[in-house]
């Protein structure tokens, strides 16, 4: 229960931090600007991996879990269980925002400015990257898996800097999942569901042919 609730906090602090920072920004007509947004996923997301590391493995994303899984790294009959405590973790964290920002209409959900399509592979990609950074440090070298916060926090923010106005650099299903369904934007939430998936899976067979 220890791991359980450690994916839960974490992907709370997670989805609170970096879709509040989105909602603030338009509560606040721009105050954070789309660089504070970015610099504010990454580093939420070093600070719970340091946080949460030793405890559950930090994962905090369904997407990771099941790449985990799919690598071999990680119990088949764990991956229910982690993916309820990250969904858990995201709804309550979605559930307060809306308490605090009851008039905001989209309460951070991820959503496409162009086609879906484009987003759908760009989200994709976006995830394939970050998989790989995580593969790669957390079961590298002694010194790279100190690193590993730094490095994958870095991922995110570099990914949401640049994605993140054509498809919000989802990268994970629980994030987009809860602000789509208590803010009813479900035209587009298929993309933010599969196409994580697809990438981290993806990377893990480069992964697993590489090592």
């Keep these: 229960m220890k791991k359980y609730l450690s994916e839960l906090i974490g992907t709370f602090?997670?989805?609170?931090c970096g879709t509040g920072a989105i909602i603030i920004n338009q509560e606040t007509d721009g105050a954070i600007g789309h660089i504070g947004i970015a610099i504010t996923v990454g580093l939420i997301v070093?600070?719970?991996?340091?946080?949460?590391?030793?405890k559950s493995g930090a994962h905090f994303n369904p997407a990771v879990t099941i790449a985990f899984s799919l690598a071999g790294l990680f119990k088949v009959k764990e991956v229910a269980p982690y993916i309820?405590?990250?969904?858990?973790?995201?709804?309550?964290?979605t559930g307060m925002l809306k308490l605090l920002f009851p008039d905001n209409l989209n309460l951070g959900a991820t959503l496409p400015s162009g086609t879906q399509l484009q987003s759908f592979i760009l989200e994709i990609i976006l995830a394939f990257i970050l998989m790989l950074v995580i593969l790669f440090t957390s079961?590298?070298?002694k010194e790279a898996g100190t690193m590993a916060g730094i490095a994958i926090g870095g991922t995110v923010l570099l990914e949401a800097m640049f994605a993140g106005p054509i498809s919000g650099a989802s990268m994970n299903p629980a994030r987009s999942l809860?602000?789509?369904?208590?803010?009813?934007?479900?035209?587009?939430?298929?993309?933010?569901?599969?196409?994580?998936?697809?990438?981290v899976?993806?990377?893990t067979l480069v992964w697993k042919f590489i090592k």
């Design 13 to 16: 602090v997670l989805v609170f």
């Design 46 to 54: 070093t600070a719970m991996i340091y946080a949460f590391g030793d």
């Design 84 to 93: 309820i405590s990250q969904v858990a973790g995201a709804f309550l964290a």
């Design 139 to 141: 079961q590298g070298s």
């Design 178 to 199: 809860a602000p789509a369904i208590i803010s009813g934007n479900l035209d587009s939430l298929w993309i933010y569901i599969t196409a994580p998936i697809l990438g």
């Design 201 to 203: 899976a993806i990377a």
